[in-house]
């Protein structure tokens, strides 16, 4: 997924609706931020057409770089199905629940469990607690 400034399109309208908080936000620390996206199908289904938005200003990009927000358009409702991504991302052929996996950085997949997309990256379990002598 190239994601892009496409200014006066009906995906920029969208997707700054869609972060209208984040940009006000901005906005009132004085920032203008670079509205990048880009949009792609997650499905055999016409309508499930994907929106990637990614805000990039100073207070909203860290080390890792500017996250990107992946929005499902189902009719005409969006809804966030994946938060905060960094890294570029790759709309894959293999597919769980009828949507098409996610690939970042070419190593993370994140699959759909019917409502969202979920990392398939196992957590680390946390170590056990330390006991006193």
């Known amino acids: 997924m190239v994601l892009a400034q496409h200014p006066g399109t009906d995906l920029d309208r969208q997707a700054r609706q869609l972060q209208a908080q984040d940009l006000r936000d901005a906005h009132a620390r004085g920032e203008h931020p670079v509205v990048l996206t880009a949009s792609g199908p ?4 016409a309508g499930d057409m994907a929106l990637f938005v990614q805000l990039q200003s100073p207070s909203l990009c860290g080390s890792a770089g500017c996250s990107t927000s992946v929005f499902l358009r189902r009719g005409d409702r969006w809804s966030c199905v994946l938060d905060s991504l960094s ?10 629940g009828d949507m098409h996996d996610l690939l970042v950085d070419d190593g993370d997949r994140w699959i759909w469990n019917g409502t969202t997309y979920v990392d398939t990256q196992a957590t680390p379990s946390p170590p056990p607690p330390a006991t006193g002598r």
């Open 42 to 45: 997650l499905s055999d289904n």
């Open 87 to 96: 890294g570029p991302v790759r709309i894959m052929a293999q597919t769980h």
